[in-house]
C-alpha cells in the first residue's frame, strides 16, 4: 500500500517545490491533477503524451526524490449540458487516461458527472428521493447519457491498460456504491471503478469501512480526506444544505468552467472538511486501511491511499504534517507500513 498526497492543496507551489515538502513528509509520492475542475498546475499534459522523452523527465523529478506518480486527477463533470463545460470535461478523461499511460500509471480518479434532467435541460439535475415518476422517467434519460459515454472511456481505458476510478460524490449519477455498481453492471465495465474518497461518505452518513468491503474489487483507490459533522447546525439544517452564498466577481473564487464558479461555504455549516484525524481518529483510519489491504488481497494490485486536504481553518503545510501523523499511526496498527 502507498500512501500520498493529492497536489491540489500545493498548486501554489512550482512542481519541485511541492516535490520536496511531499518527500519532507516521508509519504510515498503525489497524486497529479490533470484538468476538470483545475487546471493541470503541476502537469504539462499535452507535451508528455506527444513525447516519451517529456514522459521520462517528468518522472525523473519524482525519482530523484525517492516519490513515485500515485495516480492522475482530473474530477469534473464530462456530462454537464453546459457546451461550455461537459464537452472539455470529457476531452480531459481522455487526454488523462492517454497521459497516464505515457507515464506507466494505473490509475486515473475522475467523477462519473451529471447530466441535465431531460434533452431539454441547462444545468445538471441531481435526481434523490425518486418518490415522483418524472424523476425516475428523468432518472433513466440520465442513465441512457452515463452509459453511452463511460462505454466509451471504459475502452479507452482497457486499450491503454488504465483504470479510471470514479469518487462517490453527491451531485453526480455515480455517488455513493450501488450507483457505482450499478454504472459497472449496466455498461460491462472491465476497466471502471471507485475511488473511495471516505469524507463524501462521512457527510452522508455511510461507513467508509462498509463501503470498501462492500465494494470489494471495484475500489481501485482511495483518499484520506475527513469530515466533523457539526451536531448542532446539522440537527436544523440538515446534511443536505443549501445555503451557499454566491460570490461576486470582486471576491476570490474558484473557477469551474463555462461561466460557473463555486459558491462560499455556509457560516454555521452543518458539516466542514477538517484535517485528517481531527473528524476520526487514528483507531477509524486503521480500520479502514484494514479494508483497503483485504481489498489488495484479493486484486493482487497495490493500493494507493493518497491524502486530500481541505481544512480551511489551517495551512496546506500544517494539514499535511497532520493528516500524514494520523495516516501513519493508523498504517502502523493496521500493519500496512
Known amino acids: 500500500m502507498k500512501l500520498g498526497v493529492y497536489n491540489a ?3 501554489d507551489l512550482a512542481l519541485d517545490e511541492a516535490l520536496d515538502e511531499v518527500a519532507n513528509l ?3 509520492g503525489m497524486e497529479v491533477n490533470s484538468g476538470g475542475f483545475l487546471p493541470p498546475a503541476h502537469l504539462p499534459i499535452d507535451t508528455i503524451i506527444d513525447s516519451d522523452t517529456a514522459a521520462r523527465d517528468y518522472l525523473k523529478q519524482f525519482e530523484d526524490r525517492g516519490l513515485e506518480i500515485l495516480g492522475l486527477n482530473c474530477n469534473g463533470n464530462p456530462l454537464n449540458p453546459d457546451p461550455a463545460i461537459g464537452p472539455d470535461d470529457a476531452d480531459d478523461i481522455r487526454r488523462s487516461v492517454r497521459a497516464a499511460a505515457a507515464l506507466g500509471q494505473k490509475r486515473v480518479v475522475t467523477m462519473s458527472g451529471l447530466p441535465g434532467s431531460d434533452p431539454g435541460g441547462r444545468y445538471p439535475a441531481w435526481n434523490v428521493n425518486t418518490w415522483g415518476s418524472h424523476a425516475l422517467d428523468s432518472l433513466e434519460w440520465q442513465w441512457d447519457r452515463a452509459s453511452e459515454f463511460w462505454t466509451e472511456i471504459d475502452q479507452l481505458a482497457r486499450e ?3 483504470k479510471v476510478a470514479l469518487e462517490l460524490h453527491p451531485q453526480n449519477l455515480v455517488f455513493n456504491p450501488p450507483t457505482a455498481r450499478r454504472l459497472v453492471d449496466r455498461i460491462g465495465a472491465t ?6 474518497d471516505a469524507s463524501h461518505l462521512f457527510w452522508q452518513q455511510m461507513d467508509p469501512v462498509a463501503c470498501v468491503r462492500w465494494l470489494g474489487p471495484l475500489v481501485f483507490h482511495a483518499a484520506a480526506k475527513d469530515i466533523r459533522v457539526n451536531r ?3 440537527e436544523i439544517y440538515g446534511v443536505l444544505d443549501e445555503r451557499f452564498r454566491r460570490l461576486g466577481p470582486d471576491e476570490k473564487r474558484t473557477h469551474m468552467g463555462g461561466d460557473e464558479y463555486a459558491n462560499e461555504w455556509p457560516q454555521d455549516s452543518a ?6 484525524g481531527i473528524g476520526h481518529d487514528a483507531d477509524y483510519w486503521a480500520e479502514f486501511l484494514r479494508a483497503l489491504a483485504e481489498v489488495e488481497k484479493i486484486t493482487g494490485e497495490e493500493m494507493c491511499v493518497n491524502i486530500e486536504h481541505e481544512d480551511t481553518s489551517m495551512g496546506a503545510i500544517e494539514g499535511l504534517r497532520l493528516a500524514t501523523k494520523t495516516l501513519f499511526d493508523a498504517a502502523d496498527q493496521a500493519g500496512v507500513r
Open 9 to 11: 492543496i500545493l498548486h
Open 160 to 162: 491503454n491498460d488504465v
Open 232 to 234: 448542532e447546525n446539522a
Open 191 to 196: 476497466n471502471i471503478g471507485v475511488e473511495l
Open 26 to 28: 516521508g509519504l510515498d
Open 271 to 276: 458539516w466542514d472538511f477538517v484535517a485528517v
